[in-house]
């Protein structure tokens, strides 16, 4: 069993950064990790990801060059650097541990093994 935690959500003002980090109860090595959001009013979406094996990442068009993800295993950690935060970066941020890439890439959150209680962000002057 391998229960996700995030941490380092808060308001931030437009243009400016926030980092998350995801740290777990079990390790996080051997499993690639997504990050999904969810805007009031919208459908959980995949944002990024970060494989175990190879350290491939994944990032939503939307974000782009202004999210970075990135994992430290001696930490068992998983981090997303967000710079020039938009308004509709606003959304709860889950950190959730997948078999595939590719779900997250298509916000297959039915098939997500384990999802963290999520942090929010709120990007606003």
């Known amino acids: 069993q391998v229960q996700p935690v995030e941490s380092g959500g808060g308001l931030a003002q437009p243009g400016s950064s926030l980092k998350l980090s995801c740290t777990a109860s079990g390790s996080l090595r051997s499993y690639t990790i997504g990050w999904f959001r969810e805007a009031p009013g919208k459908e959980r979406e995949g944002v990024s990801c970060i494989s175990s094996s190879d350290g491939r990442t994944y990032y939503a068009d939307s974000v782009k060059g202004r999210f970075t993800i990135s994992r430290d295993n001696a930490k068992n950690t998983v981090y997303l650097q967000m710079n020039s935060l938009k308004p509709e970066d606003t959304a709860v941020y889950y950190c959730?541990?997948?078999?595939?890439?590719?779900?997250?890439?298509?916000?297959?959150?039915?098939?997500?093994?384990?999802w963290g209680q999520g942090t929010q962000v709120t990007v606003s002057s």
């Open positions: 959730a541990v997948v078999e595939d890439a590719t779900i997250v890439q298509t916000s297959s959150s039915a098939l997500v093994l384990y």
